[in-house]
């Protein structure tokens, strides 16, 4: 499964733009089996629009440092799917993914989390209730019940392809675009202070400075002043006088 599928650009090419980049426990074969026969033919191969994935497994190219992969997969998806197990949540890859998939609401004010859980994992996590709060149409779990699985792979399929801030609570949305708009001004504000404290370069600053007035001027309309010389200094006669003197 790990083969290249026919049409696919790898993830290096710049150009290349995913639907959904999806993370999960790729030690866990149960999970990677998973991912590969059920996750990628419900979303690529059924529905009525294929949605394009990035796998580790198929579309990560070699030789190129975790962080990166991570990196590059995030920004050139629309979404990251996180398939939750027991064992992932552990791991330091979910952690840095994660982080990752923030740094993007942070920098950009785009959500692209979407949260599988494969296993009930972080039931009481604080993030989890709040994810819940803010989007929770952004949280899905896989059905116990096999009459239940359609429903499931229809509802994940509308899901990744809704922008999250759609589907925010509308008690969040409204602080979320506040904020949005907040930072678009700050931007600005920013950039218009950054022309105002530019130092302007001056037309004169290598030209002499005009001495016309200060040599045209007539100093006979000074008012002569008299000063009084004090402490003055010995003249040579004074001083051999004292000598003698002394």
């Known amino acids: 499964m790990k083969a290249k599928m026919k049409g696919y650009s790898p993830l290096s090419s710049p150009d290349s733009a995913y639907d959904v980049f999806v993370t999960y426990d790729t030690t866990d074969p149960h999970v990677s089996e998973w991912v590969m026969r059920n996750l990628r033919v419900k979303l690529e191969e059924e529905g009525e629009k ?8 198929r579309d990560w190219p070699p030789g190129v440092p975790l962080v990166d992969n991570l990196t590059q997969s ?3 998806s629309h979404k990251t799917l996180f398939v939750l197990t027991e064992g992932y949540v552990k791991t330091g890859v979910f952690k840095l993914a994660m982080y990752l998939a923030h740094q993007r609401l942070l920098d950009e004010n785009v959500d692209v989390i979407v949260l599988l859980m494969l296993e009930p994992v972080l039931q009481h996590s604080h993030f989890l209730r709040l994810r819940r709060r803010l989007c929770g149409k952004s949280v899905v779990e896989w059905p116990r019940t096999a009459a239940a699985e359609p429903w499931f ?6 899901v990744v392809r809704v922008d999250n801030q759609a589907m925010y609570n509308k008690a969040y949305s409204k602080y979320f675009h506040q904020q949005s708009s907040l930072r678009a ?3 600005q504000t920013s950039t218009q202070l950054s022309l105002c404290l530019k130092p302007r370069a001056s037309a004169d600053m290598g030209d002499k400075p005009d001495v016309t ?3 045209s001027f007539d100093k ?3 008012k002569p002043t008299e000063t009084e010389e004090k402490n003055t200094l010995p003249t040579k006669d004074v001083i ?7």
């Open 240 to 246: 051999e006088q004292e000598k003698a003197a002394s």
């Open 50 to 57: 294929h949605l394009p994935l990035c796998l580790e497994e």
């Open 213 to 215: 007035e200060v040599l």
């Open 185 to 187: 001004c700050a931007r």
């Open 220 to 222: 006979s309309k000074l």
């Open 153 to 158: 792979w229809q509802n994940l399929r509308n």
């Open 74 to 76: 995030i920004r050139y």
